[in-house]
Each structure stands twice: as C-alpha cells, then as structure tokens.
C-alpha cells in the first residue's frame, strides 16, 4: 500500500475523492497527509473530517519561496510519501522541490495540455471561441505545467457556455481521471523515464493516455 501525501490551498474536493477511492480500494494507496498553504483552506477541515492527518504551513510565514519549499520538503518527507499529488495546490514550486520528488509528484491542470498553462483557463478557452477544453494529469517538472501528461479528457464547450458551467464539466472529468492516474503510479504501472511518461512500459505521447480509449 502506497503512502500518498496531498497538497491543497483551497476546497479540496480533489482531495477529498482521491481519499475516498483509497478507502474504497480503487486507489492502492492511502492519503497519509494533507497539507496546505493556507490556513484557511476549506480542505483541511474535510481530510480532518476523513480521519487524515492535516498540517499547514503558510508561505506568508516565510521570506522566500526557495525558504518555503525547502521547509515543505521536509515536513512532506516526515510521512515518508511514495507519491505526493498536488490537488489545487497555488504555488509555483522550486527546482529543487521537484528535483527532492522526481518520479513521484503529480499534477492535474484543467486545460488540454499543452493548451492554456497557467491560471484562468476556462475563461481563456471560452474567449478564444475553442469547441472543447478539458483537464490533463501530468508529472511535475521544473518547466510550469510543461512535464509529460499522463492522462487528458476532452469535454465539449457549447454556445452561451458560462465559466462556470465549463468549470463544473471540467472538473467531472477530473474526478474520473486523477485517481486513475494516482492507481496507475502506487501499482507501478506508470513512471516517468528520461524519454517521458511511460504507462505499461510504453512510452506515452505528447497528449498522454486518452481518456476515452479506458
């Protein structure tokens, strides 16, 4: 049983359905930790709620973000993690952060990759008249939102589509696709070699796994 250690600075509810497809064994792992950089992040009071230890540790308590990622490391490294997962987790991570958990450190980015890095990425799709938008699970890299995907699902944008409403399509992919992917990596099915993302010991393209072809 893989140790899983989760990042969250708000809701949670990645988190939360992360934690529960473990404890349903659809997940060979368990949530050993949740830790967030805020201490008003509403997802600390649901992982308490799921019986998960939480910490928190806020960045504003530190001068720099190489001073902050250094103390995360290490309290993230006190559960002794085999894969540590970034659920809303709003914070550009250092080098040497990723470098510490190379391998091991997913993220999941609501955007067809490499499509729209960054922040605002419904309202962008919507701007930009696109016809569909999505969400892709990725290995974090030292490049923001550039490390290989894993796993990407499509859904469809339709006309006088609000933010909101896409968000919400968004995100039912997203809690169909992250704990896939989270399973794929604590049953060592997935890895992430020099070349890239490797699933079953074959080597993923630039878009990951298609969603649809599960």
């Given at each position: 049983?893989?140790?899983?250690?989760?990042?969250?600075?708000?809701?949670?509810?990645?988190?939360?359905?992360?934690?529960?497809?473990?404890?349903?064994?659809?997940?060979?792992?368990?949530?050993?930790?949740?830790?967030?950089?805020?201490a008003?992040?509403?997802?600390?009071?649901?992982?308490?709620?799921?019986?998960?230890?939480?910490?928190?540790?806020?960045?504003?308590?530190?001068?720099?973000r190489?001073?902050?990622?250094?103390?995360?490391?290490?309290?993230?490294?006190?559960?002794?993690?085999?894969?540590?997962?970034?659920?809303?987790?709003?914070?550009?991570?250092?080098?040497?952060?990723?470098?510490?958990?190379?391998?091991?450190?997913?993220?999941?980015?609501?955007?067809?990759?490499?499509?729209?890095?960054?922040?605002?990425?419904?309202?962008?799709?919507?701007?930009?008249?696109?016809?569909?938008?999505?969400?892709?699970?990725?290995?974090?890299?030292?490049?923001?939102?550039?490390?290989?995907?894993?796993?990407?699902?499509?859904?469809?944008?339709?006309?006088?589509?609000?933010?909101?409403?896409?968000?919400?399509?968004?995100?039912?992919?997203?809690?169909r696709?992250?704990?896939?992917v989270v399973h794929?990596?604590?049953?060592?099915?997935?890895r992430?070699?020099?070349?890239?993302?490797?699933?079953?010991?074959?080597?993923?393209?630039?878009?990951?796994y298609?969603?649809?072809?599960?």
């Amino acid at each position: 049983m893989k140790r899983i250690v989760i990042l969250i600075s708000g809701s949670g509810s990645n988190m939360v359905n992360i934690a529960e497809q473990c404890a349903n064994q659809r997940i060979a792992g368990l949530v050993v930790a949740v830790i967030a950089n805020k201490a008003g992040a509403a997802g600390i009071k649901k992982a308490e709620a799921l019986g998960i230890d939480t910490a928190v540790l806020s960045h504003r308590d530190f001068e720099s973000r190489e001073s902050y990622d250094q103390a995360l490391a290490a309290l993230v490294e006190e559960y002794q993690p085999d894969v540590v997962v970034l659920a809303g987790f709003m914070r550009i991570l250092t080098a040497d952060f990723v470098q510490q958990f190379q391998g091991r450190l997913l993220n999941i980015h609501p955007s067809l990759l490499p499509k729209y890095k960054g922040l605002n990425t419904h309202a962008r799709a919507l701007e930009n008249g696109d016809t569909e938008h999505g969400v892709s699970v990725h290995f974090v890299t030292e490049e923001l939102d550039g490390g290989p995907v894993v796993l990407q699902a499509k859904v469809p944008i339709f006309p006088g589509d609000t933010e909101e409403e896409l968000q919400q399509r968004v995100h039912e992919q997203e809690y169909r696709i992250y704990p896939l992917v989270v399973h794929w990596l604590c049953t060592d099915r997935l890895r992430l070699t020099a070349q890239g993302a490797e699933l079953d010991g074959q080597l993923l393209g630039a878009s990951g796994y298609a969603a649809e072809d599960d």
